[in-house]
């Protein structure tokens, strides 16, 4: 999964907007970026937190600078050291597939911010940040699976599921979901996976507010999943 090798499956599966939301860390995402500049593909920049309820959401900017402050933010409140060992060594590399680093941080831990924090703090940024509860049909490290349903009043943009449920099954098996639009992704962890799910989306660009849009179904916008 490296940043050319993900634009290379990107642009194979013929995909024209990908996130990067590496467990924790937002470190590789600008080297994807420019590997994806040269190419034409679009990367929203973004981050898959653990909350202190060992819940996932994907967490995405339109600005660098957000989504490196927000990073600061969950490496405040994450504890431990990595052990290459058991977990294997955390690249940090650079658009032409170098290493430049290497992250100490257990980043396959949770973090000790709640659930509503994390989203109180990508809303609070000055570009505002899109939300979107990880993999809500599995059993571990959903929300739903962590507490057996969403909080009431939790405000989140959407909801996802994996590549084993439909957004129909969704709604029908957790009547929660039917509060937020659904869409899904490829939670991709290695490059064949890359596209195996998607959401459609008709939008002017690739910004978290036409998203956002689009989700609601305003304006022309449509998210089809």
């Excluded at 994807?32 to 937190?49: D, P």
């Excluded at 650079?94 to 709640?114: C, H, K, N, Q, Y």
């Amino acid at each position: 999964m490296s940043p050319r090798g993900v634009v290379r499956a990107a642009l194979e599966k013929g995909l024209d907007l990908i996130g990067v939301c590496d467990h924790n860390s937002a470190e590789n995402v600008l080297a994807v970026k420019r590997a994806a500049e040269r190419h034409g593909l679009l990367v929203l920049g973004g981050m898959e937190v653990a909350s202190s309820e060992e819940a996932h959401f994907l967490v995405f900017f339109d600005l660098d600078d957000d989504l490196l402050r927000f990073q600061e933010l969950v490496y405040g409140h994450l504890s431990g050291t990595n052990d290459e060992k058991a977990f294997g060594q955390q690249v940090v590399a650079d658009e032409d597939d170098g290493v430049t680093g290497f992250s100490d941080r257990l980043l396959i831990g949770a973090s000790s911010l709640p659930a509503q924090t994390i989203i109180d703090a990508a809303h609070a940024g000055t570009g505002e940040g899109l939300v979107v509860a990880a993999h809500v049909d599995r059993e571990a490290f959903s929300i739903i699976g962590q507490l057996g349903f969403i909080p009431e009043g939790l405000s989140l943009d959407a909801v996802e599921v994996s590549e084993h449920t439909t957004a129909e099954e969704a709604r029908e098996r957790f009547p929660d979901c039917r509060n937020y639009p659904v869409i899904t992704g490829s939670d991709a962890h290695a490059p064949e996976d890359i596209g195996k799910r998607h959401t459609c989306f008709i939008m002017e660009d690739a910004s978290v507010g036409e998203i956002k849009k689009a989700l609601a179904g305003r304006d022309g916008r449509k998210a089809v999943c």
